[in-house]
């Protein structure tokens, strides 16, 4: 009986947390399958996981779409805003509060495929002219790390996939994640591509702003766990992404 009470005591506890919080922001850009808007609502893979997450924590939130720069600067400026979905990075480590992983990608170059091209090798796709990337994207910053200096920097995705389509540009790079929805954008198919040299795997998380919550934080982690631990989030997962591997476990 005394184990029952105080179990049911501290779910009381947690509701009350909840409670008292203030309702979230939670602040994603539009990059189908992952976050877009259909009839009018936010949906996509990530968003049905916030979803989730909102129903199990008992917290409130507004889901807003929004261009990525915007998104990532409100995200480290108040409290209650999260961010998603967010490649976890050492330089962005210290500026968020981190939940997941909820979907891991793999980042290639692309080529139109009628240009025949053949890149085998980092140093080739350096080497190819033009390079067209969202300059807000983690990818153009691991690939300024490495030394391209063909770096196209464009103000978003459709942009790229554009000039990529018009033979502005030989190549682009972006994650399979999001790859068919960014090509049907400008009304390409990923049969009309050809992928080259896979070069980085990254983690998507939930990311929270700073001054956020530690105990909220933490209530999103441990429902994301149960969510792993009941299969539902592997259920979500090849819904929309039938192909991607489950994310590995948060230690």
Not at 178 to 190: C, H, N, R
Not at 196 to 205: E, I, L, N, T
Request: proline share 7%; charged share 20%.
């Amino acid at each position: 009986m005394g184990k029952r009470l105080h179990r049911w005591l501290c779910v009381l506890l947690v509701a009350l947390c909840a409670s008292a919080e203030a309702q979230l922001r939670l602040l994603t850009e539009d990059a189908p399958p992952m976050s877009f808007i259909r009839d009018g609502e936010p949906s996509g893979f990530a968003i049905e996981v916030v979803r989730a997450l909102l129903a199990r924590t008992g917290d409130t939130g507004q889901i807003e779409l929004m261009p990525w720069t915007r998104a990532l600067y409100l995200a480290q400026q108040d409290e209650d805003i999260a961010l998603f979905s967010t490649v976890r990075t050492p330089e962005r480590e210290d500026k968020f509060h981190w939940v997941g992983p909820i979907v891991v990608g793999t980042t290639s170059f692309y080529s139109l495929k009628a240009r025949k091209l053949v890149i085998d090798t980092l140093q080739q796709a350096a080497a190819s002219g033009p390079l067209a990337l969202p300059k807000q994207w983690y990818t153009y910053e691991t690939l300024s790390a490495k030394g391209f200096t063909n770096l196209y920097g464009v103000p978003s995705s459709k942009q790229m996939m554009t000039m990529l389509k018009h033979g502005r540009v030989n190549l682009i790079a972006t994650e399979d994640l999001t790859l068919a929805g960014e090509l049907a954008a400008v009304e390409l198919k990923p049969q009309d591509v050809t992928a080259h040299v896979p070069f980085m795997r990254s983690a998507y998380y939930i990311a929270f702003s700073p001054q956020t919550s530690v105990v909220r934080v933490v209530r999103w982690q441990r429902a994301l766990q149960q969510m792993r631990e009941d299969g539902s989030l592997e259920a979500i997962l090849r819904r929309w992404l039938p192909h991607a591997p489950m994310p590995p476990m948060e230690p």
